[in-house]
C-alpha cells in the first residue's frame, strides 16, 4: 500500500545533541510537510517542499532544518534539541496541482515522538 | 485572528446517535478548501472529508457528512451511528490559495474537539 512512512517512531534524545527524524514516502506527492505537534494541540507547520523548493514558516526556529534530498525522503533536523522541543513530529505529504482549484487531503505518517532529557 | 475557530474542546455523544462537530473559518479567498481528520491516541492523523469552496453540494463520506455553510463560514462535521473506534480528536483544516499556486498547499488546522463516545 501506498504511504508516509517515519523513523523513527520514537526518539529519545539529549539536552544539546543533534538529532534527525526522516520520512519517506511511496505516494509520488509533490509536497512534503513537517509539523510538530504538543499534546492536545494543533499540529504547527515548520516548513515543506514543494517540489525541490524549500518554504520556512517565519516563526519556525533556526534551529529546525529540514532536507529533502529526493521525491521521496524528507529529514528534520533538530540542530540543538531543548526540552520545550519534545514533542510529536509529524510527516505529512499532498499532490498540488499548479493552475487548478483541486486541493488534496495531507496523508500523514505515524509520527515520531521526540524526548529531550 | 483565527482561522480555523473550533468552539468544542471536549464533546461526548451515544454510541448509535448522530453528533455534530463544529467549525467556522475566515478567509477572503474565494477559493479554498476545507478538510476534516481525526487523529486517535495513537497519533496518525487520518483524512476523513474534503469540501472545496465552490462544490455545489455537501459532501458526504459513508457515515461522515460536512455541513457546509458558506454564507456563514462554517463546515460542521456530522457523524452519524456512533461507534466506539470514534473516539479520538478531530480537526477541521482549510486550504486556501487561487489556483493551487499560493501557500503551495499550505493547511492551517484548529485547535481540535475530543470526541468521546460512550456505549
Known amino acids: 500500500d501506498a504511504m508516509v512512512i517515519q523513523n523513527p517512531r520514537y526518539q529519545v534524545t539529549q539536552f544539546g545533541k543533534p538529532v534527525t527524524l526522516s520520512c519517506s514516502q511511496t505516494l509520488n506527492h509533490n509536497v512534503m510537510y513537517w509539523y510538530q505537534q504538543k499534546s492536545s494541540q494543533a499540529p504547527k507547520l515548520l516548513f515543506h517542499y514543494y517540489d525541490k523548493d524549500f518554504n520556512n514558516e517565519a516563526d519556525t526556529p533556526d534551529n529546525f532544518q529540514s532536507r529533502r534530498p529526493n521525491t521521496s525522503f524528507c529529514f528534520l533536523d533538530i540542530r540543538s534539541p531543548g526540552l520545550g522541543d519534545a514533542a510529536m513530529y509529524l510527516c505529512a505529504t499532498s499532490r498540488v496541482a499548479r493552475g487548478t482549484f483541486n486541493y488534496y487531503e495531507q496523508y500523514f505518517g505515524p509520527g515520531t515522538r521526540l524526548t529531550v532529557t | ?119
Open chain 2, 1 to 119: 485572528a483565527q482561522k480555523i475557530t473550533q468552539t468544542q474542546p471536549g464533546m461526548f455523544v451515544q454510541e448509535k446517535e448522530a453528533v455534530t462537530l463544529d467549525c467556522t473559518y475566515d478567509t477572503s479567498d474565494p477559493s479554498y478548501g476545507l478538510f476534516w481528520y481525526k487523529q486517535p491516541s495513537s497519533g496518525e492523523m487520518i483524512f476523513l472529508i474534503y469540501q472545496g469552496s465552490y462544490d455545489q453540494q455537501n459532501a458526504t463520506e459513508g457515515r461522515y457528512s460536512l455541513n457546509f455553510q458558506k454564507a456563514r463560514k462554517s463546515a460542521n462535521l456530522v457523524i452519524s451511528a456512533s461507534q466506539l473506534g470514534d473516539s479520538a480528536m478531530y480537526f477541521c483544516a482549510m486550504r486556501e490559495g487561487l489556483r493551487g499556486d499560493t501557500n503551495a498547499g499550505k493547511s492551517t488546522f484548529g485547535d481540535g474537539t475530543t470526541l468521546t463516545v460512550k456505549p
